[in-house]
């Protein structure tokens, strides 16, 4: 075990291999074994080549980047923009490396500043950058990452610098060129502007946005702190390859909102002092003059694999990563380009109750009001989100949920829904393409539902009517909460 000093490569007293509690120098075990002293100290810091510990891990493996997902969620949160995803089966997950069992990806948040000089977590060689990405994944045995986030070796986060670009052009160098893996979800921040906000992009496989590695990173335990007051133990690894952006997509990040309704100009959190702690330097192959490595030329190909259950059954595979062959019949895609989706006919619908002819509407207290009220809605924008992604003629519809307002653009063919909270009368107010506005109050009869109290249709009968119609196929808007058909 050694570190550099000077440009000398000097060996670092092995004080504790004396300890037979202390597992074996080498062994993954042994870096496990550090989170139980190092893993309550701050985070994030400074990281270099110079001072780190050498160290030899089995090869990084990366299953199931290339796949595509089944939807993709754009959130500002008001404190960050969060990335989340799903897949109708197996997830992304990391084995090898540093781990002792396989990791399963989460979700993706960004950092960043009020100009070029801050904004990300991390320094590098003391220097700070305008932005960086972390990408959090968990010990597939804790099943979620609520619950990883409570043993010292249930979460790691993957921290990517991102730097600004440069161009080969002489006289424009500097923050011209936008990164393209970034700018498909750069591309959904208009739609997130306001806090508490989120859409759908994409989607595309992660791979189109990690840079994937399987040598060459740095890896320490440090403290995670929330804005609730709780500490979390965090495996950081901070890879040396990049991300790079132009200046106009950093300004993107800057235009997003918080919740008090101004830019949020900058989120990072300061820089702590490393310590004594060990900064492991995993695998180390390039030029070790830098200690991050130059943007590439050419992009950098993908290294994922599938895992052995989509090798095993390859009909679980989305559409997008088969193609058909005449000869062999349908042909599994490891690293495909994007192939169009096949028409998905969406679920025929149940046998629906009744809806009452004469509703009694409820008079609710507020508090009872507002959760039934934000329950229904949320629950409409998923299923919208639903029905978006499966219906082959709404390409392009964009469902967005923010402050009470549901908003379902299925383009110019066919109009926008507009469903919204209404405090003060306690109501549900729509605003339909077909039908036109309508007012919906609340019944608290068989779990709560709305209804139009003129001709006692609920709020849910008449989407179902309407959006079957559109999508050319029977919906199931009964799943929904709050709902009667």
Aim: aromatic share 12%; with cysteine; glycine share 4%.
């Amino acid at each position: 075990m050694s570190y550099h000093k000077d440009d000398e490569e000097v060996p670092l007293p092995p004080l504790d291999l004396e300890d037979p509690t202390v597992p074996t120098y080498g062994t993954n075990e042994y870096i496990q074994h550090w989170s139980r002293f190092e893993g309550q100290l701050p985070s994030p810091i400074d990281v270099s080549i110079t001072g780190s510990v050498f160290y030899q891990c089995p090869e990084l493996k990366w299953y199931n980047f290339d796949v595509y997902p089944h939807k993709v969620k754009l959130t500002n949160t008001g404190y960050t923009i969060i990335i989340s995803s799903k897949w109708k089966t197996e997830r992304p997950y990391l084995e090898g490396g540093p781990f002792l069992e396989k990791h399963i990806l989460s979700q993706i948040h960004f950092h960043w500043g009020a100009n070029m000089m801050e904004g990300s977590d991390h320094t590098v060689d003391q220097r700070r950058y305008p932005a960086e990405m972390q990408v959090t994944f968990f010990r597939s045995e804790y099943m979620t990452q609520q619950e990883a986030m409570k043993h010292p070796d249930g979460v790691t986060m993957i921290c990517y610098l991102i730097k600004v670009s440069r161009s080969e052009k002489k006289k424009i160098s500097y923050g011209v060129n936008p990164d393209e893996r970034l700018s498909w979800v750069i591309d959904g921040f208009p739609r997130v502007r306001e806090a508490q906000t989120h859409t759908r992009i994409g989607p595309y496989p992660m791979s189109r946005l990690l840079p994937m590695f399987y040598e060459d990173y740095f890896l320490y335990w440090g403290r995670l702190d929330t804005a609730h007051g709780e500490s979390f133990a965090i495996k950081w690894l901070v890879p040396r390859i990049t991300l790079f952006a132009s200046l106009e997509q950093i300004k993107e990040f800057r235009r997003l909102w918080d919740p008090w309704d101004e830019p949020n100009l900058r989120n990072f959190r300061p820089l702590q002092e490393r310590g004594d702690r060990r900064v492991f330097f995993i695998n180390p192959h390039w030029c070790q003059y830098n200690s991050l490595l130059p943007i590439p030329r050419l992009p950098e190909p993908s290294i994922s694999v599938l895992s052995p259950a989509y090798i095993k059954n390859p009909k679980l595979l989305p559409p997008q990563n088969r193609k058909s062959d005449s000869s062999h019949g349908e042909v599994l895609l490891n690293h495909c380009p994007r192939i169009p989706s096949r028409n998905v006919g969406l679920p025929i619908s149940r046998q629906f109750a009744s809806t009452p002819s004469t509703p009694e509407v409820s008079d609710v207290e507020p508090a009872v009001f507002e959760e039934i009220c934000n329950e229904t809605l949320e629950s409409l924008c998923d299923y919208f989100e639903e029905i978006v992604d499966l219906a082959p003629n709404l390409k392009g519809a964009d469902v967005t949920f923010s402050d009470g307002v549901l908003t379902v653009s299925l383009g110019s063919t066919y109009g926008t829904y507009v469903i919204n909270r209404q405090t003060p009368n306690k109501q549900i107010w729509l605003s339909s393409p077909v039908s036109g506005p309508k007012r919906y109050d609340l019944v608290l009869k068989d779990n709560g539902y709305w209804v139009y109290k003129h001709d006692g249709m609920t709020l849910h009968q008449l989407l179902q009517n309407e959006i079957s119609k559109i999508v050319k196929n029977k919906v199931e808007f009964d799943k929904c909460s709050h709902s009667l058909v």
